[in-house]
């Protein structure tokens, strides 16, 4: 039950907002605070308030899931509660115990003194919600730190750390110990001063010195284009802050106002809210309840120092977990640790990571070149080359050595992880765990559910994942499981339309412009156009179908084209540049295929392009839903966000297919379908929904 609950400390009242898991500013805590006030205020016996929030946390903002939603029409905003406790005839005081975000942040700044937990976290995170700060953050903020530090906050969505709040003159001081005895202390303090309340609002000298820096604001805007490029939000907040600058206080509270509303109906903020509870959605498993046991993971083991390998070791080291990587030789042991500590170096270089912290991180990441030495290991993650054989045979070795409660992973990205559990006398044990290259920077990691594995596994390896930085979603196994499997729909796309008319810089535009870092060809470059080479020959070779779709794929790989690491692929890439370059010999080889195949090219439009690549991905992705692959049709949002760069302001495939409406994708996918044969079927799913006028998100 959200409410705020009142205790008298002498003359000082207490406001507790209580509104669990976040005391989010719902209609009913901002109802039980407005009656607090109001009775509170006339009350001449209480000389001075403290505002706090229960548990850990302060306030963590505007109540999300109510946005959109009809409000009463009596019930109190947050903008009228925050005008009243400025404009009080007696001091109020923050108690931030624990994260002050978004609207929680915003009731601070309103209050005419903050005291701060240690721990406590600040910011104003409404811009990865694609909204703003609607109750006069915008304005407040830059009074109190400066246009810049506003700017770099407002923007960014980033929370400080209380003592960064301090520095930049958020907070008026941190308070170890007793925070409440503290802020009740300093509300007496104010109180018995006599002195009217300090308004943020009539704080001038900072927001004055941003006028003699014209060209500011247009630098920021130009800078954030680029950092955020597509989103609209950060352009929006940059308009605010001008305001706060160029404005009258209360007129530029109506600018953001005005802003903030436009922001909540807007497609982009949709979008960004759907992915905000996506990402909560996602840890939530219904035959794995949040009660099971998980097995505590107090070391780690990874087979094989390769490119996975090694990322995948930073990925513990970094979470302080120790972590032994073993190598078939010596060499490629030495060769691999040389690269883990070349990745740190590249890091601390940078500044992003001190002197001490990264020998810290390399001392817990041990080589060895026995499998003896995993013996101690709770979880092993193999990292070999995808071959069965070689997998078996590694997993039946580890199955003898490993002790008998340690899961045993791997980060095989095409093969049968059941076929691979079936080696062990454990597969209950045995589960996937499919990272993303660079495995220590990607932050998707699919793990992979096979028929054997228990709940414990699974809870474990999910509630690692969060543990090592990661976004753990749980799929079941199928070939490319979610995200490969999607992809390859979509690659074969890309590359069928190359051979209809488009070329590969058009394709990638149109994909680029769409909001993803790169198109399917640019990336095709980036992670080596023979690994994908390799596995169309191993599959032939297996009886399975060449599509003529990737007859120039193949063609650039028998010219020892592989992409970026042989500095031509699909473009061409001049010495130490990662810029594609279209390149006329790739044109000729396709224009080539073309005509063998029969095709006569025709001009293919940018709108075309996109149907073409995006229709298939999210039918595939109705079949994955269909076969129980896949959780939830969030979670495969999730894959696309954060494994393959699709923008997270458009929510994700299955979220963008449902605002376009299932009957129009539908309708497509049968027309592909007539026109391309079998490959192009529209999803049993997707007909389904399409019939009954529903969408992904409410099958
Ligand atoms: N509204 C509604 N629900 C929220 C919420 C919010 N603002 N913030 C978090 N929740 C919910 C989550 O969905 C989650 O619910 P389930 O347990 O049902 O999945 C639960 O609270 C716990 O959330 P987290 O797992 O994220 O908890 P955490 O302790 O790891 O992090 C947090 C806490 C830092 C506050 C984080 O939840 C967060 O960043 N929240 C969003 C903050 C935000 O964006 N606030 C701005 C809101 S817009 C605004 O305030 C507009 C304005 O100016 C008026
Ligand atoms: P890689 O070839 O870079 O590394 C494999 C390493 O394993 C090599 O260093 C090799 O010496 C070592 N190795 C081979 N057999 C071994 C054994 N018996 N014992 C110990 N070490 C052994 O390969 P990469 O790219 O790191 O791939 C590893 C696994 O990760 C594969 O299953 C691959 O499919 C998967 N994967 C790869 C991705 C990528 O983008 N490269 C992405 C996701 C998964």
Known sequence: ?????????????????DNPPVNALSVALLTSLAQHLAAGLKEPAIKAFVLTGAGKIFVGGADI?????PRPPDAPTLAEIIEKIENARVPFVAAINGVAAGGGLELALACHARLAAPAARLGLPEVKLGLLPGAGGTQRLPRLVGVEAALEMIVSGELKPAQA?????????????DLLTAAVAHAETLAAAGKPPRKTREIGGKIAAANAKPDLFAGWRKET?????GYEAPQRCIDCVEAAVKLPFAEGLKAERAAFLERVGSEQSKALRHVFFAEREVAKIPDVPPDTPTLPIKSAAVIGCGTMGGGIAMNFANAGIPVTVVESTKEALERGLAIIAKNYAATAAKGRLGQAEMEKRIGLIKGASSFEEIKGADIVIEAVFEEMEIKKEVFAKLDAIAKPEAILATNTSTLDVDAIAAVTKRPEKVIGTHFFSPANVMRLLENVRGKKSSKETI??????????????VLVGVCDGFVGNRMLHAYTRQANSLILEGALPHEVDKVIYDFGFPMGPFAMGDLAGLDVSWRIRKRRLAEGGDNHPAYIVGDRLCELGRFGQ???AGWFRYEAGSRTPVPDPLVEELILKASAELGITRRKIGGEEILERCMYPLINEGAKILDEGLALRASDIDIVWINGYGFPAYRGGPMFYADRIGLATIAQAMRRLHEQHGAILRPAALLERLAAAGKGFGEP
């Not at 039950?1 to 907002?17: D, F, H, K, N, Y």
């Not at 709040?165 to 110990?177: H, Y």
């Not at 809870?459 to 976004?471: D, E, F, P, T, Y």
């Open 65 to 69: 899931r109510e946005f959109g939603k």
């Open 165 to 177: 709040g301090l520095e930049l003159g958020i907070v008026d001081a941190v308070a170890g110990g």
């Open 1 to 17: 039950m959200a409410e705020v609950q009142l205790e008298r400390r002498g003359s000082v009242a207490v406001l507790t907002l």
């Open 225 to 229: 284009a680029r950092r955020f490029r």
């Open 565 to 567: 690491k042989t500095g």
């Open 459 to 472: 809870a474990s390896v999910m509630a690692l994942s969060r543990r090592i930085g990661k976004i753990g």
